[in-house]
């Protein structure tokens, strides 16, 4: 029973740690793929990005991802599918999962990413 309660902890952790508005884009999501992912989306883990959680830099694009800031490397841009919404940037960031004996680090964990268009 103690094992079935943790793991529904865990679950609802990971929730948590979804990002904004999957629902919303999640049709589209579903065909992204990047580089280093050929399948972004496991129906949680990509969601629209808040203007403080994604920035362009001199050294180039960024987000945050559980407080750090993460470069946007050329194997995380989408090269399948489109965006749900190009006003606004969006990304894929894989759970931080407590109980993974491989555990990543918050970059480690970002599978894809698409900005809004640069003019």
């Keep these: 029973m103690m094992h079935l309660i943790v793991a529904l902890l865990l679950l609802f952790t990971t929730q948590a740690t979804a990002q904004h508005n999957h629902a919303e884009g999640h049709n589209e999501y579903a065909t992204w793929a990047s580089q280093k992912a050929n399948n972004c989306c496991n129906n949680m883990d990509c969601g629209v990005l808040n203007d403080d959680e994604w920035r362009e830099t001199s ?38 999962v407590k109980y993974s004996t491989g555990r990543k680090t918050p970059c480690e964990r970002l599978l894809c990413f698409s900005g809004t268009p640069k003019y």
Excluded: N
């Design 59 to 96: 050294e180039g694009t960024q987000v945050k991802i559980s407080g750090q800031w993460c470069p946007v490397l050329p194997e995380h841009f989408i090269i399948r599918g489109k965006s749900p919404d190009w006003s606004k940037a969006h990304a894929c960031v894989e759970p931080d």
